[in-house]
């Protein structure tokens, strides 16, 4: 099919109608696919003489964008399907190659962040997520207020610099209105946090906090356990790691029935699974003061418990205990559920990716699936 060709060259310089200079060989445009068949838009170039840039351009046409294959309309259509499908599947459901998908994602994504609007922002979510064996992290960023959830930035590594990108991009002032940030332990985020965000209560992320309390746990465990065998005891803990970690709601009737037993025991792994349950209590409290006094007496009970592993959980909480206690002045507003939530949906990105081997298209894959960035308009709409 070839459009018609009576209209008025426009410069792709300065968008504004100019006199032709000459054609270039025909090219062809891919479609979107109509009832199983393959549509393409065969058409000439023209090359225009600008008096405004004075310099000859090819002519901007309104279905094609830059030396693209594809339609403006396709490239959308291809991209909206592969925030459902893989980028794989979607190139064989639609017979083109993942090249071209590639393209449509770059072309929607790219658009998208040069018009999106980043501000106002009331409150963040760092957190990192591992792409690669060996180590390999990328750094991910989260507008989480109440009324707007979406990725903002994805950085390489987990380092201090890597983190700084994310406030060269929003700007000194944008940063200053920042009220809230929830992030873990990690060093390099509290101490970018503490430069950047100085007026935000920082709120320490409660999921890592539970989730070191259960890596100490398990090396009291697997300690106490191999210690035993080494000594001829009866194996009590042998096959009981997951009956400690788990919820007790979470427990089946013969898991239940099984850390009962495992209970009876005289253990450090008991103790420490009692100060670990003991734990959860803070999180019940409403009151900041309440609530320090619990962290308080729950810390000095577990540094005179003589379980290593523990204390070093006791010592870590006594260092970090402000930033612990303003979820609570936060009057529990803000969390990091709502981050693990986005990074769990980050994950399942990555585990389509059926190859992805560069920053670059993991980048595109995460800011297409969890941006929500705005998307260009197209005459028709083809679903």
Avoid at 170 to 196: E, H, N, T
């Amino acid at each position: 099919m070839r459009p018609r060709t009576g209209s008025t060259a426009v410069c792709s310089g300065c968008h504004q109608p100019a006199p032709g200079y000459d054609r270039l060989p025909e090219r062809r445009f891919e479609f979107i696919p109509f009832w199983g068949f393959l549509v393409f838009l065969l058409y000439s170039m023209r090359r225009v003489d600008c008096r405004r840039c004075n310099t000859v351009f090819v002519e901007e046409v309104p279905w094609g964008d830059g030396k693209h294959q594809l339609t403006k309309a396709y490239m959308l259509f291809l991209a909206r399907w592969a925030r459902k499908l893989s980028w794989k599947e979607t190139a064989e459901s639609f017979r083109t190659s993942w090249d071209k998908v590639h393209d449509a994602v770059q072309y929607v994504v790219t658009f998208g962040l040069a018009h999106r609007t980043l501000g106002p922002i009331d409150a963040i979510g760092v957190d990192e997520i591992q792409y690669a064996r060996g180590h390999k992290y990328l750094t991910l960023v989260y507008q989480i207020d109440l009324g707007m959830t979406r990725l903002l930035w994805v950085g390489k590594e987990r380092t201090i610099e890597s983190f700084q990108g994310f406030f060269t991009l929003i700007g000194d002032d944008l940063a200053s209105k920042i009220l809230f940030v929830c992030s873990d332990m990690w060093q390099p985020y509290l101490k970018v946090i503490r430069q950047k965000c100085s007026q935000a209560l920082h709120i320490l992320d409660r999921f890592h906090i539970v989730a070191k309390m259960n890596d100490a746990l398990d090396d009291v465990r697997a300690g106490e356990s191999r210690r035993m065998y080494r000594d001829g005891y009866e194996p009590v803990l042998k096959k009981s790691r997951w009956l400690l970690l788990k919820r007790k709601q979470n427990l089946t009737g013969k898991q239940r029935f099984r850390l009962r037993d495992v209970l009876r025991y005289n253990l450090k792994t008991v103790r420490a699974y009692l100060l670990k349950e003991a734990f959860q209590q803070l999180w019940d409290y409403d009151s900041p003061a309440w609530a320090a006094k619990f962290l308080d007496e729950w810390c000095r009970q577990t540094m005179r418990s003589r379980i290593e592993p523990m204390k070093r959980i006791a010592l870590s909480l006594r260092k970090h205990r402000e930033l612990i206690l303003n979820y609570f002045r936060a009057q529990k507003l803000f969390s990091s559920g709502v981050v693990e939530g986005l990074n769990n949906k980050a994950k399942v990105t990555l585990r389509k990716s059926y190859g992805f081997r560069t920053f670059r298209v993991l980048e595109l894959a995460l800011y297409h699936s969890l941006a929500k960035l705005p998307e260009p308009e197209i005459t028709h709409d083809f679903f």
